[in-house]
């Protein structure tokens, strides 16, 4: 069987959840707090991040970080705890 993929979010230095997937959620996050990851984390600043998923496949796991990036930022937090 070969790797998970994850969904995580990022919590920013503003406050903000940033959502995404990878193979490796650490390596994703260090690229993230390293300016390399995604615009909208390099713009806010990444600080903490969590997996709150793991599936499968990549489509499954795209299709849950577009239901969590659909959801009200009251609903992501409860997901981050």
């Known amino acids: 069987m070969g790797k998970l993929w994850c969904v ?3 919590r ?8 995404g997937v990878a193979l490796d959620a650490a390596a ?3 690229a993230h707090q390293s ?3 995604a615009r909208y984390t390099r713009m806010r600043g ?8 793991c599936c499968l ?3 499954q796991a ?3 970080e577009y239901a969590v990036k659909k959801v009200l930022k ?3 937090e409860q997901l981050w705890r």
Not at 12 to 19: E, F, H, Q, R, V
């Open 12 to 19: 920013c230095a503003d406050g903000s959840l940033y959502c």
């Open 57 to 59: 496949t990549r489509s």
């Open 28 to 30: 994703r996050f260090a």
């Open 74 to 76: 009251n609903q992501k």
């Open 46 to 53: 990444a600080v903490d991040f969590r997996v709150i998923a």
């Open 35 to 37: 300016g390399k990851g």
């Open 62 to 64: 795209c299709r849950m």
């Open 8 to 10: 995580y979010l990022v």
